[in-house]
């Protein structure tokens, strides 16, 4: 008994850092990519936390570099300045409100931990930073940090620019610039000691984890000597021992010498080939068929469940930056996309997030969107538009909101119901007309055919009358009719 009791702690200690820490019930996270604080802090308490989102992906909180004033690139907030909290998404007080009034009402925040590089090496003493702090990239002085010159990794890079110039060459990966990004040396103390100063600088005003932003270019063990320094979580939120949730930002969709098994020791990772491969399934390109997806998963060549952070896009591979290609579906192909987050949200496989994105003047020259860069809706001064809410519930001011599309929200809502049951009652019709279950608590039925689908099926629940929250809405003990 002793000894049971024992193994099983260890064994919960050594996972933590797997567990997103939602509340019971919550099992999906929304990418509030590059939303205000004041409207993340809103969007909790109205819609968030009464439609079961277990916790928000915010945009990097901490000062960056000033790009292109006025018409400012989202990447900016990629190109660290400083660790101070002040950002086009808002200040500290206003990000202190944020993560205390979402924590309230049980929708965690997890912060986007820039910790690879600071911002690109030639912005000079003349460029700007989002708080006004003083920097120069070309003499690698950061004061307000501080870093200087020899916290960077230039010296070990080997590549002949000085830029990461072959993904083969695993050292030059990691030790090299990610497009000219100023690469810090996180073998060095000082460093690390500087980076998880900042990381339980946020644990402590109550965030709930971190995406490690660009893991694949820094060295696993590195990472991990990172997050041995975090603290346990704030204990007005969550239970003692609590440890941050960690997924980290590794792209690897095969045949590169770095993967995604170097750093599981540390954390969850992003599965990049889940959203590729199914935009794959859904376009029928490649020959490839819903029918397929009978054992998606593992069964695909996916990272263990367990250790998955999954997504239909993400902010980088929507606009094609980033990994995936042509074949990631995004709301622009608004149709084939409601069916791949369905499809998504209702599998068991890996911790679901979804996006939710901004629209910006899409404008494609030799099959490249050369508007790609385009920071989110804003004001002449630059600053950031508020995410006003449309009497029909949906956003307005250019912002997409993905996660209040009724087919997207409703299988937010399913994955928590059907949370813990099993994968069952698979049904294809050897194309693109599939079925399953999830266990005796829900069903789902795609038809991606050209062509009708008529057919019974064993779905597993008790014998009643369902409501398809889909197509429609279930108010009270009527299903409102189809409108899609
Ligand atoms: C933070 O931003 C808010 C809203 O713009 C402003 O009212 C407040 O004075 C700012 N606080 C600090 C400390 O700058
Ligand atoms: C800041 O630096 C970048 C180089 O990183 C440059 O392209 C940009 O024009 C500069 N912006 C301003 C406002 O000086
Ligand atoms: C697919 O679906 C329909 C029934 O919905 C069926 O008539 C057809 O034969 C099925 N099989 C194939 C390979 O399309
Ligand atoms: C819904 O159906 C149940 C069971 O048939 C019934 O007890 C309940 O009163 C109904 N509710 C409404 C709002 O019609």
């Not at 300045?81 to 206003?94: F, Q």
């Not at 010296?155 to 990610?178: F, H, M, P, T, W």
């Not at 009978?294 to 695909?300: I, L, V």
């Amino acid at each position: 008994m002793g000894v049971r009791f024992l193994l099983l702690f260890i064994v919960g200690l050594c996972r933590a850092q797997y567990d997103p820490n939602t509340r019971p019930g919550r099992t999906s996270i929304v990418h509030l990519f590059e939303w205000r604080w004041a409207d993340i802090a809103l969007e909790c308490e109205r819609y968030l936390a009464p439609n079961g989102f277990g916790g928000v992906q915010i945009s990097p909180p901490n000062e960056n570099l000033v790009i292109g004033d006025p018409s400012r690139p989202w990447w900016e907030r990629y190109q660290p300045v400083s660790y101070k909290l002040c950002t086009r998404s808002g200040n500290e007080t206003e990000f202190r409100d944020m993560v205390t009034r979402c924590n309230n009402v049980g929708v965690y925040v997890y912060a986007d931990a820039v910790i690879n590089h600071m911002c690109g090496g030639n912005a000079g003493a003349g460029n700007h930073s989002t708080c006004g702090s003083f920097f120069n990239a070309k003499t690698k002085e950061f004061p307000a940090v501080p870093y200087s010159a020899w916290d960077f990794n230039d010296a070990k890079c080997k590549s002949r620019s000085g830029d990461i110039e072959d993904y083969r060459d695993l050292s030059q990966v990691r030790n090299c610039r990610l497009v000219n990004l100023l690469d810090l040396a996180l073998e060095k103390n000082y460093v690390r000691s500087r980076i998880t100063e900042y990381m339980n600088y946020l644990i402590d005003i109550g965030v709930a984890g971190f995406r490690i932003d660009a893991a694949k270019h820094m060295w696993p063990g590195d990472v991990k000597a990172v997050l041995e320094e975090l603290k346990d979580l704030n204990r007005k939120w969550f239970p003692a021992g609590a440890k941050p949730f960690i997924y980290q930002e590794v792209i690897d969709l095969g045949g590169e010498p770095i993967t995604d098994s170097q750093y599981f020791g540390n954390g969850r990772v992003t599965e990049f080939k889940y959203g590729a491969k199914l935009g794959t399934v859904m376009r029928k390109w490649n020959g490839e068929k819903m029918a397929y997806l009978k054992n998606w998963g593992e069964g695909w060549g996916f990272v263990p469940s367990d250790t998955a952070l999954v997504f239909v896009d993400n902010h980088d591979n929507q606009r094609g930056h980033g990994a995936g290609g042509a074949s990631i579906l995004t709301f622009w192909d608004a149709r084939l996309y409601k069916m791949a987050v369905g499809f998504m949200l209702a599998h068991p496989y890996g911790f679901t997030r979804v996006m939710s994105s901004y629209r910006w003047p899409r404008y494609f020259q030799n099959g490249v969107d050369i508007n790609n860069w385009v920071g989110p809706p804003s004001n002449s001064d630059g600053s950031t538009k508020s995410v006003p809410i449309n009497p029909d519930t949906t956003c307005g001011n250019d912002w997409v909101c993905e996660h209040r599309w009724r087919q997207i929200r409703n299988m937010v809502i399913f994955r928590n119901v059907v949370d813990g049951q099993p994968f069952s009652n698979w049904w294809d019709n050897g194309s693109n007309q599939v079925a399953f279950g999830r266990g005796n608590r829900g069903f789902i039925a795609f038809n991606n055919d050209d062509w009708y689908m008529n057919v019974n099926l064993q779905t597993g629940l008790p014998a009643g009358t369902y409501c398809d929250v889909i197509s429609g809405q279930k108010e009270g003990n009527t299903s409102t009719p189809n409108d899609s």
